[in-house]
């Protein structure tokens, strides 16, 4: 398996040692955990919109609009 850490410094690998842990805490302390879930929805929302712009179904959906108009 590709390990991202290996190529880097000890001092890098270190940082974001301590930055995980430090994210990790407040999570788990609670004070992370409605801005993790704020960011989730915000994400899965972008995911869907995504998908959908992804599968061209806003042209179909305009075809279909158009259609219907004549």
Known sequence: MNNPLKNMS??????ILMI???L???YVLGILAAWVRYGLIIGALFMIVYGFMEA???SKIMKLIK????
């Open 20 to 22: 995980a842990g430090i």
């Open 67 to 70: 259609n219907k108009e004549k």
């Open 24 to 26: 990790l805490l407040l």
């Open 10 to 15: 000890s001092f890098n690998k270190g940082i």
């Open 56 to 58: 061209r179904l806003h």
